[in-house]
């Protein structure tokens, strides 16, 4: 009933920036019952979290490794979540994906396994 469309991937130089899109189209329960989280995954390595945000967009939590630089937020007009990501970095290079599940908590989970309606991914490159 949830599914999810990512848009905003692209080439940027190291120290760039960058803004993710996540549209989402809902059947059945309202855009605001959905917790949504951001993922990434680079070539040979495993799936990360790196941002999720609540279902009111009160909560959010980040990757050690994107805090400061990465700011997730959420339109519920728009049925859109976006991931500004400031000071890009190599190692931000990775397909993104945006996943999300019914919450009935304040807050979102960081862990894979709870998100069921994952988009197709977009894809980002940090390099000179």
């Known amino acids: 009933q949830l599914q999810l469309v990512e848009s905003g991937g692209g080439l940027v130089q190291p120290g760039g920036s960058l803004r993710l899109s996540c549209a989402a189209s809902?059947?059945?329960?309202?855009?605001?019952?959905?917790?949504i989280g951001w993922f990434r995954q680079a070539p040979g390595k495993e799936r990360e979290v790196v941002s999720c945000?609540?279902?009111?967009?009160?909560?959010?939590d980040y990757a050690d490794s994107v805090k400061g630089r990465f700011t997730i937020s959420r339109d519920h007009a728009k049925n859109t979540v976006y991931l500004q990501m400031n000071s890009l970095k190599p190692e931000d290079t990775a397909v993104y994906y945006c996943?999300?599940?019914?919450?009935?908590?304040?807050?979102?989970?960081?862990?894979?396994?709870?998100?069921?309606?994952w988009g197709q991914g977009t894809q980002v490159t940090v390099s000179s």
């Open positions: 809902v059947s059945g329960f309202g855009y605001d019952h959905y917790a």
């Open positions: 945000i609540s279902r009111s967009g009160d909560n959010t």
């Open positions: 996943a999300g599940y019914y919450s009935v908590d304040v807050y979102c989970s960081s862990y894979p396994v709870h998100y069921n309606s």
